[in-house]
C-alpha cells in the first residue's frame, strides 16, 4: 500500500493550495480517507476526513469553512482544498486510510503517506 501526497508549497496568508494523495496497493472506495497534520515541537492532529464514498466529512474546529476535504474514487485520490490559510496552519500534511468509518484518531488509521509541507507565511 502506498499513499503519496503532492501540492504542498509556500504560501501567503490568505491564499490557497490543494493537496492531493493518490492511493495504490489497496481498494481505495473501501476505505475512510482522513488528512492529518503535525507542526514542530506538536503532536498529530486531525483535520479533516471522509467517508469510503465521500459522503460523509468531518472537520477539525480550527479549519472549518476554511478547508474542503473531497475524493475522487475513479482516480483513487483525495483531496484537500485549503482556503484563507493562516500562519498557525503551517505543518506536515499527512493523508492516511482507515478500513472503518473516519476517525479523528491517528491509531485508528492503517496506512500513512510520507507528508507534504505546507508554509504559511504572515
Known amino acids: 500500500v502506498q499513499l503519496v501526497e503532492s501540492g504542498g508549497g509556500l504560501v501567503q496568508a490568505g491564499g490557497s493550495l490543494r493537496l492531493s494523495c493518490v492511493a495504490s496497493?489497496?481498494?481505495?472506495?473501501?476505505?475512510?480517507m482522513g488528512w492529518f497534520r503535525q507542526a514542530p515541537g506538536k503532536e498529530r492532529e486531525f483535520v479533516a476526513g471522509a467517508s469510503w464514498m465521500g459522503g460523509n466529512t468531518d472537520y477539525a474546529d480550527s479549519v472549518k469553512g476554511r478547508f474542503t476535504i473531497s475524493r475522487d474514487n475513479a482516480k483513487n485520490t483525495v483531496y484537500l482544498q485549503m482556503d484563507s490559510l493562516k500562519p498557525e496552519d503551517t505543518a506536515v500534511y499527512y493523508c492516511?486510510?482507515?478500513?472503518?468509518?473516519?476517525?479523528?484518531?491517528?491509531?485508528?488509521?492503517?496506512?500513512w503517506g510520507q507528508g507534504t509541507q505546507v508554509t504559511v507565511q504572515g
Open positions: 496497493g489497496l481498494t481505495f472506495s473501501s476505505y475512510a
Open positions: 492516511a486510510s482507515d478500513i472503518k468509518s473516519p476517525s479523528i484518531r491517528p491509531y485508528d488509521y492503517d496506512y
